[in-house]
């Protein structure tokens, strides 16, 4: 009997019932400022199995808050064409279908409707009771796939996003406005397909990684991860004009890097001096040998001197981190603090008990240990109120807890984030580790 790939084990294993609780059991309190709700994406394979973690049918698990309580916990499978038809994004002659597809990485709002994403495919629509409505294409508009990584400005209240592929146009820059109406849509020139999963936007610019996990058509036409690291790829990141009067695709400018992967940009800003800056949780390598297998990332920052053409890159921790969260109000402009996921082990396979905060302008990490055993999910920021100040709120996770195979739902206070937590919430079932989520509020 050959072993079981990690993520079908222990709490990776996907969960086979749907559940609905209701006015769910709290110890501590859940602040009363709270109403909305905490939605979850991550990989449930309905089959037992997949061949890649990254494979598996989404589940969203979801919490609804409002006047203190827990009006309900549910959990539901995303219904796509995937989990209901056994659908292929890439057909066994090559071409892609964008209504297919897991759904299972993400789960966002924008004016309005709340959509599951993943990479390869549209997004798929959801209910606030977490049923499906079927993809999106934005009144016929978006012709790629999108992200499970856009990103809102938090002054125009646009919605900013990519898609990629492994066929031309590789990658595809795209804006939603305020009003959830597909606006803009630019192709972005790359040297090849590489897997591109996050990006980031300052307040003038958007900002690209064409890093070397280069696709390969072999692997996908098998069904297998068909991403793997390239030595001779090389690495960029593009810093294009946000403001269409200031340019457009065609006024990219690319950066050499150091060779590496980012999966995700904790946040990017310009600063006084005209520089544009991005924090990232930076790999040295990934999936040299075995798409299976993630080492250790650490928070990472390149300085971008447009003028001087140049990009000095900082590493700012040597913990081994993933899931960098921010207060999303801080999206492009200068963030101080940020939230992550702590991975003794390294990599993203390596369940730890920690989450941290980083102050980035004093440099102090303050952590919170859940205990031996309880492991944290990413760290999603709620703020407190509209005026509140970057970091004046709540982060919120679930939590596993290893010594009775159960989860929770936790809230800490973000500023005294090392205290214990200032809610606890037993769930019905136990929640299996997942990619990300977001506070949805009312
Ligand atoms: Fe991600």
Same mark, same amino acid.
């Given at each position: 009997?050959?072993?079981?790939?990690?993520?079908?084990?222990?709490?990776?294993?996907?969960?086979?019932?749907?559940?609905?609780?209701?006015?769910?059991?709290?110890?501590?309190?859940?602040?009363?400022?709270?109403?909305?709700?905490?939605?979850?994406?991550?990989?449930?394979?309905r089959a037992g199995?997949?061949?890649?973690?990254?494979?598996?049918?989404?589940?969203?698990?979801?919490?609804?808050?409002?006047?203190?309580?827990?009006?309900?916990?549910?959990?539901?499978?995303?219904?796509?064409?995937?989990?209901?038809?056994?659908?292929?994004?890439?057909?066994?002659?090559?071409?892609?279908?964008?209504?297919?597809?897991?759904?299972?990485?993400?789960? !966002?709002?924008?004016?309005?409707?709340?959509?599951?994403?993943?990479?390869?495919?549209?997004?798929?629509?959801?209910?606030?009771?977490? =049923?499906? %409505?079927?993809?999106?294409?934005?009144?016929?508009?978006?012709?790629?796939?999108?992200?499970?990584?856009?990103?809102?400005?938090?002054?125009?209240?646009?919605?900013?996003?990519?898609?990629?592929?492994?066929?031309?146009?590789?990658?595809?820059?795209?804006?939603?406005?305020?009003?959830?109406? %597909? !606006?803009?849509?630019?192709?972005?020139?790359?040297?090849?397909?590489?897997?591109?999963?996050?990006?980031?936007?300052?307040?003038?610019?958007?900002?690209?990684?064409?890093?070397?996990?280069?696709?390969?058509?072999?692997?996908?036409?098998?069904?297998?991860?068909?991403?793997?690291?390239?030595?001779?790829?090389?690495?960029?990141?593009?810093?294009m004009p946000r403001d269409r009067?200031?340019?457009?695709?065609?006024?990219?400018?690319?950066?050499?890097?150091?060779?590496?992967?980012?999966?995700?940009?904790?946040?990017?800003?310009?600063?006084?001096?005209?520089?544009?800056?991005?924090?990232?949780?930076?790999?040295?390598?990934?999936?040299?040998?075995?798409?299976?297998?993630?080492?250790?990332?650490?928070?990472?920052?390149?300085?971008?001197?447009?003028?001087?053409?140049?990009?000095?890159?900082?590493?700012? =921790?040597?913990?081994?981190?993933?899931?960098?969260?921010?207060?999303?109000?801080?999206?492009?402009?200068?963030?101080?603090?940020?939230?992550?996921?702590?991975?003794?082990?390294?990599? !993203?396979?390596?369940?730890?008990?920690?989450?941290?905060?980083?102050?980035?302008?004093?440099?102090?990490?303050?952590?919170?240990?859940?205990?031996?055993?309880?492991?944290?999910?990413?760290?999603?920021?709620?703020?407190?109120?509209?005026?509140?100040?970057?970091?004046?709120?709540?982060?919120?996770?679930?939590?596993?807890?290893?010594?009775?195979?159960?989860?929770?739902?936790?809230?800490?206070?973000?500023?005294?984030?090392?205290?214990?937590?200032?809610?606890?919430?037993?769930?019905?079932?136990?929640?299996?580790?997942?990619?990300?989520?977001?506070?949805?509020?009312?």
């Amino acid at each position: 009997m050959t072993k079981k790939s990690f993520y079908l084990e222990g709490n990776y294993a996907p969960v086979m019932h749907e559940v609905t609780a209701e006015n769910l059991a709290v110890r501590g309190a859940i602040p009363r400022e709270l109403h909305g709700l905490y939605l979850r994406n991550g990989p449930n394979p309905r089959a037992g199995t997949s061949s890649h973690w990254f494979f598996g049918d989404g589940m969203i698990h979801g919490i609804e808050l409002g006047d203190g309580a827990v009006r309900w916990y549910r959990n539901r499978w995303v219904r796509t064409r995937t989990f209901l038809e056994d659908a292929a994004v890439i057909s066994p002659a090559g071409e892609v279908d964008l209504t297919a597809g897991p759904a299972n990485t993400h789960v !966002v709002e924008h004016a309005g409707r709340i959509f599951a994403l993943v990479e390869s495919s549209y997004p798929t629509e959801l209910t606030r009771e977490l =049923d499906t %409505l079927g993809t999106c294409d934005f009144d016929g508009k978006l012709r790629t796939a999108m992200t499970a990584h856009p990103k809102r400005c938090p002054r125009s209240g646009e919605l900013h996003f990519f898609g990629y592929g492994f066929m031309p146009p590789y990658l595809t820059y795209h804006v939603l406005d305020a009003a959830g109406r %597909l !606006v803009r849509s630019e192709e972005i020139t790359v040297a090849g397909p590489t897997m591109i999963h996050d990006f980031a936007i300052t307040d003038r610019h958007v900002i690209f990684m064409d890093l070397p996990v280069c696709f390969d058509l072999e692997r996908a036409m098998r069904g297998s991860m068909p991403y793997r690291w390239d030595d001779n790829y090389g690495a960029r990141i593009g810093v294009m004009p946000r403001d269409r009067h200031n340019g457009n695709a065609g006024d990219v400018r690319w950066f050499e890097v150091a060779p590496c992967y980012v999966f995700h940009p904790m946040n990017a800003y310009e600063d006084a001096g005209g520089n544009v800056v991005i924090d990232v949780v930076r790999y040295e390598t990934l999936w040299r040998d075995t798409a299976d297998r993630f080492d250790a990332a650490r928070l990472h920052r390149w300085t971008i001197d447009p003028g001087a053409g140049r990009v000095a890159e900082a590493a700012l =921790d040597d913990r081994t981190i993933e899931f960098p969260r921010v207060d999303e109000r801080c999206t492009g402009g200068e963030h101080r603090y940020g939230y992550a996921v702590a991975n003794p082990g390294g990599g !993203v396979n390596q369940p730890a008990t920690k989450l941290l905060k980083y102050d980035l302008r004093s440099g102090r990490v303050e952590e919170h240990d859940f205990g031996p055993g309880r492991v944290p999910g990413e760290g999603v920021f709620a703020p407190a109120s509209d005026r509140a100040g970057e970091d004046e709120g709540w982060v919120m996770t679930y939590v596993y807890d290893a010594r009775d195979d159960a989860s929770d739902f936790v809230v800490l206070d973000a500023q005294k984030f090392s205290a214990p937590p200032v809610a606890v919430v037993r769930l019905p079932q136990r929640v299996p580790y997942g990619f990300h989520g977001s506070w949805i509020p009312d």
